[in-house]
């Protein structure tokens, strides 16, 4: 199931063929955490200047850039941060998106990616909202592990609760994301695979990605998804599953003797740009086409200024239509035949610059992941 899916009468299609089908919000830039390869506590103190309310799109905004890319073809929807339960009223937000459709009179597939240190108490009314299921980072289930990663002292004990109560009231399956980064937490990566083995939760194991410019990432630090896949496959016996679905990120597994399946996301060993179909919208209303881009269109000045909805319509259907981007790959290609544990970019310095990349990428806290 190689590349973008059959393309419908509402279908925008990039240049390279890939079409618009997910929209991915961050509806806030704040964060709880200071997760060491994205928000480095040495970066993002106690005096860092987040962006004023005024400056952050309203639900109603939100909402409506929503509408116009649904008619265009998006027919999903993940709402990210920063940590979007910090946003004051998302169930409101979670509501008025809910009442969407696509032009097929479908609803959109309504998702949230979380840190969970809030999910517990907000989940319930998270799901009477009508959001479909959640997605929990979580980077290992060894306590002193994790509040190393997280670097607040926050307990891993709080997010194992805070899943089991957005499972417990059908937020599900719940995805639970663990960023894995050599020499920090690679070592627990089979103790993640055997604590929510037969749970019904799908552990994904995710590459450490260059995105932004402030994490310090290093080749060397990234442990390639394949190395993963090998570590638990010699204890727990996995075999490949098919995609569900062009465009897929995750890799998908299923352990042999049933116990359910794990992912991998391989942004740096195994790019997948080609089935790309995600465009982004930042806290502060701008449309970016790439995790890893650089610069944005600005829709929170046409939202404000009277554009009607064509004309928001027309911008984004140009957008999306000029775009090009492929940086992972572009990174991919320049660091092919690369052993991560010997070779990289010289500590510190980030990533090596792909081909033709204009310059400094945007952080995550302020696109989403």
Not at 132 to 137: D, G, H, L
Not at 193 to 198: D, E, I, Q, V
Not at 264 to 279: D, E, K, L, N, P
Request: contains cysteine.
């Amino acid at each position: 199931m190689d590349g973008p899916a059959q393309h419908g009468p509402h279908t925008l299609d990039d240049t390279l063929g890939r079409p618009l089908r997910d929209l991915r919000i961050s509806v806030t830039d704040r964060c709880n955490f200071r997760c060491v390869y994205c928000m480095p506590k040495e970066i993002f103190g106690r005096d860092f200047v987040f962006l004023p309310k005024d400056q952050l799109l309203s639900f109603e905004e939100i909402t409506r850039v929503a509408r116009i890319a649904a008619a265009q073809g998006a027919e999903k929807i993940r709402l990210t941060g920063g940590e979007p339960l910090l946003r004051r009223g998302i169930e409101n937000l979670v509501a008025g998106l809910a009442e969407l459709r696509t032009p097929d009179g479908l609803p959109l597939d309504l998702a949230m990616t979380t840190n969970g240190s809030v999910l517990a108490r907000k989940a319930g009314a998270l799901k009477a909202a009508g959001l479909s299921r959640v997605t929990v980072s979580l980077d290992s289930v060894d306590d002193a592990t994790f509040r190393r990663m997280n670097d607040v002292d926050y307990p891993v004990a709080t997010v194992l609760e805070a899943i089991e109560a957005a499972a417990a009231v059908g937020l599900g399956p719940v995805k639970v994301n663990m960023v894995v980064k050599r020499g920090m937490n690679d070592g627990g990566i089979l103790a993640m695979a055997r604590h929510f083995r037969n749970t019904g939760h799908i552990v994904r194991f995710i590459e450490y990605m260059d995105v932004g410019s402030t994490n310090g990432w290093n080749l060397e630090q990234v442990v390639p998804s394949a190395d993963v896949v090998r570590r638990i496959d010699a204890v727990l016996p996995l075999e490949p599953l098919a995609p569900r679905y062009a465009g897929e990120t995750a890799t998908r597994f299923r352990y042999r003797d049933g116990g359910g399946e794990i992912g991998m996301i391989s942004s740096v060993t195994q790019a997948f740009c080609h089935g790309c179909t995600r465009a982004r919208l930042s806290t502060d209303g701008k449309l970016f086409t790439c995790l890893f881009g650089t610069a944005g269109t600005d829709l929170r000045a046409l939202l404000r200024g009277g554009a009607d909805d064509d004309e928001l319509a027309g911008v984004l259907a140009g957008v999306w239509r000029r775009r090009s981007d492929r940086y992972s790959e572009l990174r991919s290609a320049e660091t092919a035949g690369v052993d991560p544990r010997s070779g990289s970019a010289p500590a510190g310095t980030g990533a090596p610059p792909a081909a033709g990349w204009p310059g400094r990428k945007v952080e995550m806290h302020y696109i989403g992941g």
